[in-house]
């Protein structure tokens, strides 16, 4: 199945010029030039199928932001998301970020980059879509934390209710982090010395990703959250004591 990507700018030369892009390149596009236009299609590729694997959407729309629609999005959809910015939006993007957007590109987008980087999440995407295997866990491989259980030999989320979710190399590493260190603020920096192994190039950008999808997969809500709190200036603060199950 051709991925699908909704195109989110108010600049109609930018809609254009991506939807060829995407198009030549074998996707399916769509376009709107707002984020309540944005919502329409999205619920009804929701209801009517197939969803939209990636959203490519610009932070400054009129009305409703791009920031905003991150958020809401975030808290209930597992679409992927990259923020088209300003080459200023320095603020922005990391604002952005840390409400679950998965990547971002300034404007103007070079199409070959975009390309590639749509390529990456959609795998992630549709990956994080497929139904996980329910088979039990033993409990002495279990650590146990607020409606979690963390599964570390298979890497895995347990909720409350058994279904499990998949969490990547990055993603396991961040959490295993937090969980050593609940309680106490963490520095990007601190962060990314205690991340070993990682698979893509350590900065800011890349600790703020993971920290978005790491909210996404807990269903911590990023305009609020309540696991994973970020203290401004300073880092991150795991609130969330672990026990073992």
């Not at 989110?8 to 030549?24: H, N």
């Not at 999005?73 to 604002?95: C, F, P, Q």
């Not at 103007?108 to 549709?126: C, F, M, T, Y």
Request: with cysteine; hydrophobic share 40%.
């Amino acid at each position: 199945m051709a991925p699908r990507v909704l195109i989110v700018d108010d600049d109609p030369l930018i809609r254009e010029l991506l939807q060829s892009y995407l198009a030549g390149e074998g996707y399916e596009v769509a376009c709107a030039s707002t984020a309540e236009a944005a919502e329409s299609a999205l619920a009804e590729a929701e209801r009517d199928g197939p969803p939209f694997d990636l959203v490519l959407l610009d932070i400054r729309l009129p009305g409703k932001d791009g920031l905003t629609l991150t958020r809401e999005l975030r808290v209930r959809s597992e679409v992927g998301i990259i923020l088209i910015t300003g080459r200023n939006d320095d603020i922005d993007r990391i604002v952005g970020l840390e409400c679950g957007a998965d990547d971002y590109v300034i404007k103007p987008p070079n199409p070959r980059e975009l390309v590639s980087r749509a390529k990456n999440l959609i795998r992630r995407v549709r990956h994080a879509r497929s139904p996980a295997p329910t088979a039990a866990v033993p409990r002495q491989q279990l650590k146990r934390f607020a409606h979690w259980q963390l599964d570390a030999d298979r890497r895995r989320l347990v909720d409350r209710d058994g279904s499990e979710t998949p969490l990547t190399h990055g993603e396991f590493q961040l959490l295993s982090v937090f969980l050593r260190n609940s309680g106490h603020t963490l520095s990007r920096d601190q962060l990314m010395d205690q991340i070993r192994n990682r698979e893509w190039l350590p900065n800011d950008r890349s600790i703020d990703v993971l920290v978005g999808r790491l909210r996404r997969k807990l269903r911590d809500d990023p305009a609020e959250p309540e696991l994973i709190i970020t203290i401004h200036g300073a880092g991150y603060l795991f609130t969330a004591a672990p026990s073992d199950a």
